[in-house]
C-alpha cells in the first residue's frame, strides 16, 4: 500500500523483524512508517473487540500504532525510531501486568 | 534536580522561535519535545530530508524549506535541546517531568512556556477505525519524515488548506488521489465578507497560494465531487470502499487508502492538566486557553504559544512564541518592559499580517454537522470502542458531563486519554443538553499524560 518515492542512495539500511519475518527499513525511520513501507496493515487487535488497528495519525496522538517491541508491550510505532535487530510483534488485546 | 530559567514544550515554530530568542538573552532554557528531531509536525523530518534527498525538499515547497532556518538558529543557539522527550506531567510548581528513552526525570522551571501546537479534528464517520483510513497530516507525515507515499491513489475527504496541500503534494509525487470529496458546505459567497481583510500584502500571498492549489487540482483531472455528506467507510478487515451523497447524488467509490481532513485544533492536554482556563472559539469551533496577547495563561508564570493558543499557522506561530519569549524575559528580569514592547512590535506587525486570513479560512471550512454530531452507530472513542449512540443512552439516563461519560462507558479512558473523543464528546453533550459548549466543558486532564510504566515511575531518582 505505500513505497519509497526515491532509491535514495546515501542512507543507511536497517533490519529487524516483525512477527519473525525479516524487514528492512532506513535509518531514521519511525517504526510506524518502516512497518507501512514494508505492507503491514494490521499493528494492533483492540482490546475491546479484537478489531485490527493501523496507524491513524502519525504524530503521537491517536495510539492506534502500538506494537509489542523485545517483549515490552504499548510501544507508541509512531514516535520511535527503528533500530537494528528490534523485534516487533502485533499487540493483542491489552498490555498485561509487569 | 536541574533549575532553568524557562522550560519550553514543543519544538515546533513556536518552541524553536521561543528558546532560542530566549537563549540569545541570555536566559537558561530547556527544550523538551516528544519527536527526534526538532520542527513539529509542520517541519516534520527537515533536517534529514534536506541532506538525503533535495528533491523531495523541493517537491514539499518553499514554505516548508522555512524551517531549515528556525532550526539553525536553534541549534546554534545555547538552548538545551532534548529530543525524544515526551513529558508527562507539569505541576503547577513549575516542575516538568518527562521521559526520555525509558527513563523518567524532572526539571524545575521559573516559567513554563508550552508550545504543544495542533492536532488534527477527529473526523468520526462509520468505518473511521478501519486500517487503511488516515489523517491527511499522517501521509504528509510519512512524505516528509520517510519519503514514503501511497501506492494505491487515496481518497481525500474533508476541507481545508492541509487537503489541497496533501492533494498538490501527492500529485507532484506522482501519485494522483483517486477523488477529493469535498464536504465543505458554506456558500462561498457568505464567507466573502472576511476577503477584504486578507487582502493584506501578507493575505495575498496566501490567497494566491491557495487558488494555485485549487487550479493544480483542477488541471490534475482528479475528479472533485462537491456538497460531500453521509459518508461511510466501507470494509473488513481494511478500507474497502466509501460511499457517500454529493451534489451529483449518491456515489461509491472503490478505495484501499484514504484521507480524513476537517482543520486543526489546539491541543490542550497540558494546559487542562494544570487546570488553565479555557474558553470556546466559536469561528475555529474549538476549545482554546484563555491567554493575554503575551501569551500568558490564568496560570502565574505559564505562557502558551503558537497553534496551541489559537490556530493561526506557522509562521504566526513563530512570531507568537517570540513574542511570549519577551513576556519571560521580562518577568524573569532580563530585560525592562519598555525593551520588551519595543522588541515584540515588530513581531505583532509581522504575526497579524500572517493572521489575516483566518477569519476567511475559518467561515470557509467550518466542520461539517456530521462529524460534530456523528450517527449512533459511529465509534467515537476508538480506544475503547464506545458509539455516539451509547453516550446519548446514558445521557438520556441523566449522565450530567463528559467526566461522568468515563465512569459510564470508560469513553476517553484508552491509552489516548481522550484527545481523540474529548470535542465529539462536549458536542454531543452539548447537542443533547441544550447548553453551551463552555457549559459542559472537557474531560479534566490528569497526568501521567502519556502512558508510563510503573517500573518507569518507581525508578524515578528523586534527588537526581
Known amino acids: ?98 | 534536580m536541574e533549575i532553568f530559567d524557562v522550560a519550553v514544550v514543543g519544538s515546533g515554530p513556536a518552541g524553536m522561535a521561543a528558546a532560542t530568542t530566549l537563549a540569545r538573552h541570555g536566559a537558561h532554557v530547556v527544550l523538551l519535545d516528544e519527536q527526534p528531531a526538532p520542527g513539529g509536525q509542520i517541519y516534520r523530518g527537515i533536517e534529514t530530508l534536506s541532506k538525503r534527498d533535495p528533491a523531495l525538499l523541493a517537491l514539499l515547497g518553499p514554505d516548508y524549506a522555512r524551517g531549515l532556518d528556525l532550526i539553525h538558529d536553534l541549534r546554534a543557539s545555547e538552548a538545551d535541546y532534548r529530543p525524544g522527550s515526551a513529558v508527562w506531567q507539569v505541576t503547577p510548581e513549575k516542575q516538568v517531568w518527562y521521559s526520555r528513552a525509558g527513563v523518567s526525570q524532572g526539571v524545575a522551571a521559573k516559567i513554563v512556556l508550552l508550545a504543544t501546537g495542533a492536532l488534527e479534528r477527529p473526523v468520526p464517520l462509520s468505518g473511521w477505525t478501519l486500517p487503511g483510513v488516515m489523517t491527511a497530516g499522517a501521509l504528509q507525515i510519512l512524505l516528509k519524515s520517510a519519503g514514503v507515499k501511497a501506492t494505491e491513489p487515496p481518497v481525500l475527504i474533508g476541507a481545508g488548506p492541509l487537503l489541497l496541500l496533501l492533494a498538490k503534494q501527492y500529485i507532484d509525487a506522482g501519485i494522483r488521489p483517486a477523488a477529493v470529496l469535498d464536504t465543505a458546505r458554506v456558500s462561498k459567497f457568505s464567507a466573502l465578507r472576511h476577503l477584504p481583510r486578507a487582502l493584506g500584502a501578507t493575505g495575498r500571498k496566501y490567497l494566491a497560494k491557495g487558488l494555485s492549489l485549487m487550479t493544480a487540482l483542477r488541471r490534475s483531472g482528479v475528479p472533485i465531487y462537491r456538497g460531500v455528506r453521509d459518508v461511510v467507510i466501507e470494509g473488513e478487515e481494511r478500507v474497502e470502499a466509501v460511499r457517500f451523497v454529493s451534489a451529483q447524488g449518491p456515489q461509491r467509490l472503490a478505495a484501499r487508502l484514504v484521507a480524513l481532513h476537517e482543520g486543526i485544533v489546539p491541543s490542550q492536554q497540558i494546559a487542562r492538566s494544570l487546570r488553565c482556563d479555557f474558553i470556546w472559539d466559536k469561528s475555529q469551533h474549538s476549545f482554546r486557553p484563555v491567554v493575554d496577547s503575551w501569551g500568558g495563561s490564568s496560570m502565574p508564570g505559564v505562557l502558551i504559544a503558537g497553534d496551541g493558543a489559537r490556530i493561526g499557522g506557522a509562521v504566526a506561530a513563530e512570531h507568537g512564541g517570540r513574542i511570549a519569549a519577551f513576556e519571560a524575559l521580562q518577568q524573569l528580569g532580563k530585560i525592562g518592559e519598555g525593551e520588551r514592547d519595543e522588541a515584540a512590535f515588530a513581531e505583532r506587525r509581522a504575526q497579524q499580517g500572517h493572521l489575516a486570513i483566518r477569519p476567511l479560512l475559518d467561515a470557509l471550512y467550518p466542520p461539517p454537522p456530521a462529524i460534530l454530531n456523528p450517527h449512533d452507530d459511529v465509534i467515537i472513542c476508538r480506544c475503547e470502542e464506545v458509539r455516539a449512540g451509547e453516550l446519548r443512552a446514558v445521557i438520556a439516563l441523566g449522565c450530567q458531563g463528559p467526566n461522568q461519560a468515563k465512569s459510564f462507558l470508560r469513553c476517553g479512558m484508552g491509552p489516548c486519554q481522550g484527545r481523540l473523543c474529548g470535542p465529539t464528546v462536549t458536542e454531543i453533550f452539548a447537542e443533547a443538553q441544550g447548553r453551551s459548549e463552555d457549559d459542559v466543558g472537557y474531560y479534566r486532564i490528569r497526568p501521567p499524560l502519556k502512558p508510563l510504566t510503573v517500573r518507569e515511575f518507581a525508578e524515578i531518582d528523586i534527588d537526581g
Do not use: H, W
Open chain 1, 1 to 98: 500500500m505505500f513505497e519509497r518515492l526515491t532509491a535514495q542512495g546515501k542512507s543507511v539500511s536497517v533490519s529487524f523483524t516483525f512477527e519473525g519475518e525479516a524487514v528492512e527499513a532506513r535509518e531514521g525511520d519511525t517504526l510506524a512508517a518502516a512497518l507501512l513501507a514494508a505492507g503491514v496493515t494490521s499493528f494492533r487487535e483492540t482490546p475491546v473487540s479484537g478489531a485490527a488497528r493501523a496507524p491513524y495519525c502519525m504524530m503521537g496522538v491517536c495510539f492506534d500504532c502500538l506494537v509489542e517491541i523485545d517483549g515490552v508491550p504499548n510501544r507508541q510505532a509512531c514516535m520511535l525510531l527503528v533500530a537494528e535487530g528490534m523485534a516487533v510483534r502485533i499487540q493483542r488485546g491489552a498490555r498485561g501486568l509487569g
